[in-house]
């Protein structure tokens, strides 16, 4: 979900779902893309010359990524550089695993590795790829989907931290406890 840019590096989704494709044991899996930009004719010429048409699917713009979310498996972000990802956010939000690049504010948003892999690494919230690794993208995506167990885990996880420093409950709290610290002072 997001602009279809050169900093989104969605060639980098595009080579991670063919590599994913070929894989005998890898499950059925189908690549959304969510949103529009100035690449998007571009990007869907490169997914026809990867014979991935069957598999990648350009939704355009929608107004409802939260049933987009609710139903999607996993969430994908390939990033070249992000600062704090709102669709991560949204993702983790809505209970979903997410995978992506490992720059910027993703980092923060995964959270700790608590299991490396060879081409990725299991996070305390999330799945992290060193950026521009289409063959560590598509082992994290099979590894994320055969293992629902990790999929929930993560969802639930990325649920409770967005919950705790994202929602509007907190954001109103943090703002009356700064007016109470002025007026103290």
Do not use: W
Request: aromatic share 4%; with cysteine.
């Amino acid at each position: 979900v997001g602009r279809l840019t050169e900093i989104k590096n969605i060639p980098l989704l595009l080579e991670a779902a063919r590599e994913y494709s070929r894989e005998s044991d890898a499950p059925k899996a189908r690549f959304l893309i969510v949103g529009d930009g100035h690449l998007r004719d571009k990007l869907e010429e490169m997914a026809r010359e990867m014979n991935l048409e069957d598999i990648v699917l350009f939704l355009g713009n929608r107004n409802d990524v939260d049933t987009v979310y609710a139903g999607a498996d996993i969430v994908a972000l390939t990033s070249l550089n992000e600062g704090t990802p709102l669709s991560l956010i949204e993702a983790m939000a809505s209970g979903r695993p997410v995978i992506s690049t490992a720059v910027g504010g993703v980092i923060d948003l995964l959270g700790a590795k608590v299991e490396e892999n060879v081409g990725f690494s299991v996070c305390e919230r999330g799945v992290s790829v060193p950026s521009g690794s289409a063959s560590g993208f598509a082992k994290g995506l099979r590894y994320l989907a055969k293992n629902e167990k990790l999929r929930l885990d993560l969802g639930q996880k990325g649920r409770d931290h967005t919950t705790a420093v994202y929602s509007k409950t907190r954001l109103v709290n943090d703002i009356k406890n700064l007016y109470r610290s002025v007026v103290k002072s």
